[in-house]
């Protein structure tokens, strides 16, 4: 028994060392490399297929709300953001209005900056950030919305060194090519640095034929056999659009719209971003086991921004 009690005792010891060596490596080479998704537009597939994407790979995202649409057709309800955040996902400013801040007055980019702020917490909720309508932004933006967020998120298409440029948060936005997404993950793997990656609503792109009738937008789309589930958004040519509700579609699916009784044949899936995201999170998982997948603000307490 003693044997045995020493033998715990010598395992935790050198268990609690090697996590040491492993702090200390990072603070030699800077902080482990971080990996963020930002949906920005307050879309409600942020909620209705983001969180659980996430949620089932235990993984964060932040999202950026534009409050003016916030209650609107497609967009989420206050008590579905509500819902994000009591599940440690984080609310984003995206302004009042979604305007290019950098054209509008003093007087009115500070009503989008303050007012949006004030109406998240109205709704009873903590906002940080904010992230710039088409990243677009100019030195007045980024001053003026350091008086009222930790950190605002333009574009450039650039990694975030350790030491992040706060009011200019640089980001990429997810493009559905895989294989190019994943190599921008395992640069910042190498380099040690934050990347941030954003995207809007969450949308299947398909192929289709043989169609019979017209179906209607916002319809729920019922497929066979696949038994996937989906709403109708657009149709162009012979490509149409939905959002994945539920299951996943596949080729040679029949597609039926529920309210409208319209018909077609899906032929080929162009792009799912449902899948894009499930494929990046996996890919972060197994190939990078020090990266982290976080959300803005906790980027920036891990960069040690105050
Ligand atoms: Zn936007």
């Known amino acids: 028994m003693k044997k045995f009690i020493t033998f715990v005792i010598a395992v935790l010891l050198l268990s609690s060392c090697s996590s040491i060596a492993v702090q200390d490596h990072f603070s030699e080479y800077g902080p482990a490399p971080l990996l963020t998704f930002v949906f920005d537009d307050g879309n409600d597939t942020d909620y209705l297929v983001a969180m659980e994407v996430f949620k089932k790979h235990g993984a964060k995202a932040s999202f950026a709300v534009v409050t003016d649409w916030i209650n609107t057709k497609n967009h989420m309800t206050v008590s579905q953001l509500r819902e ?3 599940n440690d996902f984080e609310i984003m400013s995206h302004t009042v209005s ?3 801040l950098k054209s509008l007055t003093d007087d009115q980019i500070e009503y989008n900056l303050s007012v949006s702020k004030a109406t998240i917490e ?3 909720l903590k906002v940080n950030n904010l992230a710039y309508p088409y990243n677009n932004n100019s030195v007045r933006v980024r001053e003026l919305a350091s008086k009222y967020y930790r950190s605002a998120r333009g574009g450039q298409s650039a990694l975030n060194q350790a030491v992040p440029d706060r009011y200019e948060l640089k980001s990429y936005p997810i493009s559905n090519n895989i294989d190019k ?3 921008l993950i395992d640069r910042a793997g190498a380099e040690r640095k934050w990347l941030i990656l954003y995207l809007h609503n969450i949308v299947v792109k398909v192929k289709v034929s043989q169609r019979d009738g017209v179906f ?3 319809e729920t789309l ?3 056999p696949s038994g996937a589930k989906g709403r109708y958004g657009k149709g162009l040519f012979n490509w149409y659009y939905f959002v994945p509700l539920s299951e996943i579609a596949q080729a040679g699916d029949t ?3 529920l309210s409208s009784g319209a018909t077609c044949h899906l032929d080929e899936i162009l792009y799912n971003k449902n899948e894009v995201l499930t494929k990046l999170i996996e890919h972060t998982r197994s190939s990078h086991f020090d990266m982290r997948i976080v959300t803005i603000n906790e980027g920036l307490d891990i960069c040690g921004v105050q």
């Open 216 to 218: 209607q937008p916002g």
């Open 222 to 224: 019922l497929f066979s």
């Open 181 to 183: 997404m994943k190599a």
């Open 122 to 124: 109205g709704w009873g």
């Open 98 to 100: 979604h305007s290019k």
């Open 84 to 86: 994000l955040q009591d």
């Open 255 to 257: 597609i039926v719209g």
